[in-house]
């Protein structure tokens, strides 16, 4: 690389700051939970934890290859070299589905569920949803309400049915 003055370039991001009192947020979150499981008595089996997440279909590359410009500041702190690099994509890197992940606090996975963007979905995707999965569509491929209160009657509600008393989280 050296020989041949190119340069290893990778992209930046902006990240959020955790709030001041997270950490008293959080802690007051377990205290109540941990008081509500020991005074309703649920059974590690009978407790479940549930998230979403977003699945990019593209996962462009954070960093590229190009050729070194001589870069510094004039005398006047200008600057004078490239400062911004392109890295070209397939264009589908907003193409996304949410995802669905539920556990329960004895490690048994409760059904994946996959939200696509559409109006009605295909019938060979349809025909994949079983015990283990399922499978809903709308226009942003985002969670609603709608699919969350489906999610919860096929899948958690016969799952939780064998417990006189249970918790999703």
């Known amino acids: ?43 590690p089996e009978a407790i479940a934890n549930v998230d979403e997440a977003g699945i990019y279909f593209d996962s462009p590359p954070n960093f590229t290859l190009d050729f070194k410009v001589t870069v510094y500041f004039t005398s006047d702190n200008t600057f004078i070299g490239k400062k911004d690099i392109n890295v070209t994509t397939t264009g589908s890197e907003k193409d996304r589905l949410t995802a669905l992940f539920g556990v329960t606090g004895s490690n048994h996975r409760l059904p994946l569920a996959i939200i696509l963007k559409g109006n009605k979905l295909p019938v060979l995707i349809k025909s994949l949803e079983d015990e283990s999965l399922k499978v809903y569509c709308n226009e942003s491929a985002w969670m609603s309400e709608e699919i969350f209160l489906e999610w919860i009657s096929q899948a958690w509600k016969p799952y939780a049915a064998r417990f006189d008393r249970s918790l999703l989280l």
């Open 1 to 43: 690389k050296r020989r041949y003055k190119i340069g290893y370039r990778k992209s930046t991001h902006v990240s959020q700051k955790l709030k001041a009192n997270s950490k008293d947020e959080l802690k007051n979150f377990q205290d109540k939970l941990t008081q509500l499981i020991d005074t309703h008595h649920y059974a």
